[in-house]
C-alpha cells in the first residue's frame, strides 16, 4: 500500500461522512494517522469540507452525466472532483486525474467519464443556477426559513459567509474558539461580576465556561449530560489551567442543585446549529424541518429548570448558535409569559443586532459564526 494522498485521505473522509460520520469528528482522526504535510492537511480539510458544503451544487453540475445509481466511492469522488473545478484554483487536468486516481475499480471509468464532462463544460462557461437553494447547496428548507426569519437579504448574506472557511480564532490562553462564543462568554461573566459562582448547564466542550472562569468568575460549575461529553470539558479545563472549573455529570432538565445556588445560570441550549454551519459543514444535511421545533421544546424545558437555581437578584443567560425565529425570538416570547418577573437586561451592542429583548450577531456582521443572547435578572427578595 502506498503512502496516503491528500486526496485519498480526502475521499475516505467523504465516503465515511456519506455513511453517517460527522465531518469534524472523521477528518481530525483520519488526519492523526496519516503522516500529511502541513500543506496537504490542508487541502484535505479544504476538500472534504468544502465538498460537504457544495455537496447539492455538485450534484446539480455533474448529474446530468451520471446514468444509473453510484456508490458512495464514486458518488463522493465526482463530488470532491467537481468541487474543485468550480470553487479552486486546482487546475482542471490535475482536479480529475489526481481524483480519479483514488477511485477503486470498475467506477474509475466512471468518474473520469462524468468528471472529464463537467471539466468541459465548465471551460465554456459558469454554471446557470435553477435557484438560489441549488447555487448556495442548501436545503430549500434551510432557505426558505432563514428567507422567511431574516429577510430575503440577510438571509442570503448569512448563508454566503456560511460557505466560506471558518477562521481559527486563539483566545489569550491559546483555546480556538469563535469570536461570537468568546462575546457572549465575557458578556455573561462581566454581568456575573468577578468572584461570581456560575452554572454552565450545556458546558461541553468547555469553551464558555473557561472563558467565564479567565473572565474572574469564582467557580464555574461546568454541566453536561453525558459522561464522555464531561471529560472532554474537564480536559480542557486541565490544560487550560481553569482551576475554578468543576466538571458535574447532570441533566440540564433535571438538575441536582438547590433554589438559588447561583449568581449567574448560562443556558447555551442545544439547538438546529443554522449560525454554525462554516464548522459543520454538512450539518445542512442531517437536519430536518421539524428538528427546529423539537429543539426549541427541549430549550424551554432546558430555561425551566434553570430558572429556579438563580438567585435573587441573579441572571439566566440564553445563547444559541442559530438564526431561527422559533429557537430566538420564540423562546424570548414564552419566557416572558413563564417568568415576567425576570427582567431583561442590555443585550450587547454592535456588531450584535437587537432580537426581541435579546440580540444576534448574523455571520456577516463580522465573519464570525451565528449567535443569539438574551439575559434576565431575577427579582430581588422584598
Given amino acids: 500500500m502506498g503512502r496516503p494522498t491528500a486526496r485519498g485521505v480526502a475521499l475516505e473522509a467523504l465516503v465515511a461522512v456519506e455513511q453517517g460520520a460527522r465531518a469534524n469528528e472523521v477528518v481530525p482522526r483520519l488526519l492523526d494517522g496519516s503522516n500529511l504535510e502541513e500543506r496537504d492537511r490542508n ?14 451544487a455538485c450534484d446539480w453540475i455533474s448529474d446530468r452525466y451520471v446514468k444509473g445509481r453510484l ?5 463522493s469522488a465526482i463530488r470532491m472532483g467537481v468541487y474543485q473545478l468550480v470553487w479552486t484554483r486546482i487546475p482542471p487536468h490535475a482536479a480529475v486525474s489526481a481524483t480519479v486516481g483514488e477511485v477503486n475499480g470498475p467506477g474509475r471509468t466512471v468518474a473520469n ?7 468541459s463544460a465548465m471551460a465554456d462557461s459558469r454554471p446557470r443556477w435553477p435557484d438560489p437553494a441549488t447555487e448556495l447547496s442548501y436545503p430549500d428548507w434551510i432557505v426558505e426559513l432563514l ?5 430575503p437579504a440577510e438571509a442570503r448574506g448569512a448563508l454566503e459567509i456560511m460557505n466560506q472557511p471558518a477562521e481559527a480564532t486563539p483566545r489569550p490562553d491559546g483555546y480556538i474558539q469563535d469570536r461570537a462564543s468568546q462575546m457572549v462568554a465575557a458578556h455573561v461573566a462581566n454581568l456575573a461580576g468577578p468572584g461570581a459562582v456560575v452554572l ?6 468547555g469553551g464558555k465556561s473557561t472563558a467565564m472562569a479567565a473572565a474572574g468568575a469564582g467557580l464555574v460549575a461546568a454541566a453536561d449530560l453525558l459522561p464522555a461529553r464531561a471529560l472532554v470539558v474537564a480536559s480542557n479545563a486541565r490544560r487550560l489551567g481553569a482551576t475554578s472549573v468543576v466538571t458535574v455529570v447532570a441533566d440540564g432538565t433535571d438538575p441536582p442543585w438547590r433554589r438559588g445556588s447561583f449568581d449567574a445560570v448560562l443556558v447555551d441550549a442545544p439547538c438546529s446549529g ?4 462554516r464548522r459543520r459543514p454538512d450539518a445542512r444535511w442531517r437536519m430536518k424541518p421539524g428538528d427546529v421545533e423539537r429543539l426549541a421544546r427541549i430549550q424551554k424545558q432546558l430555561i425551566s429548570s434553570s430558572l429556579p437555581l438563580v438567585r435573587p437578584g441573579g441572571l439566566l443567560a440564553y445563547s444559541v448558535c ?7 425570538a420564540g423562546v424570548d416570547n414564552w419566557l416572558s409569559r413563564q417568568a415576567p418577573e425576570f427582567v431583561p437586561l442590555p443585550p450587547p451592542g454592535p456588531p450584535w443586532r437587537p432580537a426581541g429583548r435579546g440580540a444576534m450577531l448574523l455571520p456577516q456582521a463580522e465573519g464570525t459564526d451565528g449567535m443569539f443572547l438574551l439575559t434576565v435578572r431575577a427579582p430581588q427578595v422584598g
Fill in 200 to 205: 454552565d448547564a450545556c458546558a461541553a466542550p
Fill in 43 to 56: 487541502l484535505v480539510t479544504e476538500l472534504v469540507y468544502g465538498t460537504c458544503r457544495m455537496r447539492r
Fill in 147 to 151: 428567507s422567511r426569519d431574516l429577510g
Fill in 274 to 277: 443554522l449560525g454554525v454551519l
Fill in 113 to 119: 467519464a462524468v468528471l472529464r464532462r463537467c471539466a
Fill in 322 to 328: 442559530t438564526l431561527t425565529s422559533v429557537e430566538t
Fill in 71 to 75: 456508490d458512495d466511492q464514486v458518488r
